[in-house]
């Protein structure tokens, strides 16, 4: 089955370290997305990928960093900078149609906690 | 600034009520607007509305666009505690990402 697979599901982190979430798709879409959700704010944009080997900046991507050297996958890291890491991660893909986006398909997120 | 604002942020109502959930948008280059579900993990896709005041329907879910007026609404009649979820309005822009809204947790109590 196509689907958009995110491990860990839980993650804890101690302070001062970084660590990388994984995000795998197997429906060819070309866009990926990372996406942070706290509670009360909806999701945010942290990073996302329309083409292999290129990666723009969302609306929170300090603290973060990305790459895109498979279309399959778009691993997100949190480094020691994020000053506030403890969020759920969500990874979503589309494919693009003249730039027309048809919707997400998400994965089933990755809880990180700062311990 | 686009934005997506949606009211109300919770709801608690009991089973058999009716629900209406709002959503209204500042975006340039409205292409869409999207409306999930999430309960515990990862949001699923209810509607997709390019149109103004073509109603959507899924079985007791409706939703509506207002381009005019910039707004949606999802209705819910009928609710079950399995409608009990977080319900997130999106706006797609002709572009490469969606704008979330902050979402509106409903409860259902039995």
């Known amino acids: 089955d196509g689907g958009i697979t995110q491990s860990p599901k839980y993650l804890f982190r101690k302070e001062g370290q970084n660590v990388t979430l994984s995000c795998e798709q197997n429906?060819?879409?070309?866009?990926m997305y990372w996406y942070r959700q706290d509670p009360g704010q909806g999701l945010r944009l942290i990073y996302y990928s329309q083409i292999v080997n290129d990666f723009q900046k969302g609306d929170i991507a300090e603290g973060y960093s990305v790459s895109r050297e498979k279309k399959e996958s778009f691993p997100l890291t949190v480094t020691s900078a994020q000053k506030n890491p403890t969020a759920f991660y969500l990874c979503a893909s589309t494919n693009l149609d003249r730039g027309f986006i048809y919707g997400y398909t998400f994965g089933s997120g990755t809880r990180l906690t700062v311990v | 600034e686009d934005k997506v604002v949606q009211s109300p942020l919770s709801l608690v109502v009991h089973e058999g009520d009716t629900v209406t959930l709002n959503c209204s948008y500042e975006v340039t280059n409205f292409r869409s607007l999207l409306w999930y579900k999430q309960e515990k993990k990862a949001p699923t896709f209810l509607f997709m509305l390019t149109s103004s005041g073509i109603e959507k329907k899924s079985g007791r879910l409706s939703s509506i666009l207002d381009k005019k007026e910039l707004f949606s609404i999802l209705n819910i009649t009928a609710t079950q505690t399995g409608d009990s979820a977080v319900y997130l309005c999106a706006v797609a822009e002709y572009g490469n990402k969606l704008v979330f809204g902050a979402g509106t947790i409903l409860r259902v109590k039995s």
């Open positions: 429906l060819n879409h070309d866009a």
